[in-house]
């Protein structure tokens, strides 16, 4: 187990999951998403969930966004219950396409500004200019998302969520369909820029890969409903984990983890 870096431990739980339980209503009746999830995510930390596919996921981070409700249990951010989406909280998604294509990058950026943080004119020219710095998208900040790569999309997705300043950032697989050069490029960044800004993160990936990249803590869920399997808590964190020992033992762990819920659904069906 890590030793807590100084001052670590003074530092406040930002996210506060209790008791979480997530179903949904189909024909076909009640489906339960989640069970139970507890978790707390401190203040600046990268927590990174990994779970087989349908283990709830991307249903936990809506919540945590205050886009679905729960069934039972609460979600508090600075010990305020959740109760619907809010600026503190922005959310990063999967798809290419989630930008508005008739709005420029910093089209895009100034309406996200103005619509969620009512910030316009000079403050929020200031704010885009300094996300796109740091982004590293200033030269394109007049192009349309079609004239842009993937990665380039994705970035600037990235950059929308960036200038609300929310203090916790969603982020839902939002480098899964990305090659691998921009998808390791992009995790680097994703670092460097909360190491910045100290933003509080949940990270939803597949790749156990990145979730040794970027987790601080890696929330491995058992398959659905999901639920808390384990918590890790490497002693290292970043690019460099993956070329040490600890980095290879971890990975062996974590897909022993995955495979057991794997095996365990093939003999229930
Ligand atoms: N809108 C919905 N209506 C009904 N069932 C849903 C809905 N959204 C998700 N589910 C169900 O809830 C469960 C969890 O789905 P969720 O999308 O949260 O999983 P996930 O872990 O994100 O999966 P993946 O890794 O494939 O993205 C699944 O059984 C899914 O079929
Ligand atoms: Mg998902």
Redesign the pocket.
Known sequence: MRQPVRGEEMRHVKLQIRGLT?T???ARGT????NGIDLDVREGEKVVIL????????????IVAGF?RAAAGSVCVDGLPVSGPGPDRAFVF?EFDQLFPWLTVSGNLSFALRVARGVTGREAERAIDEVLSLVGLSRWRDLYPHQLSGGMKMRVAIARALVLNPAVLLM??PFAALDAQSRSLLQAEVNRMLAETGQTLLF?T?SIEEALVLGDRIVV?SA???RVRQIIEPAVTGVTLLERPEGAELRRVIRQLLEQDRVAGEMAS
């Open positions: 997530a949904y209503r189909t489906i339960t998403a989640l779970g087989p596919s349908g283990c709830g996921k991307s249903t936990l981070l809506k679905e999967q839902d697989e939803v597949h869920l659905s409903p999901g």
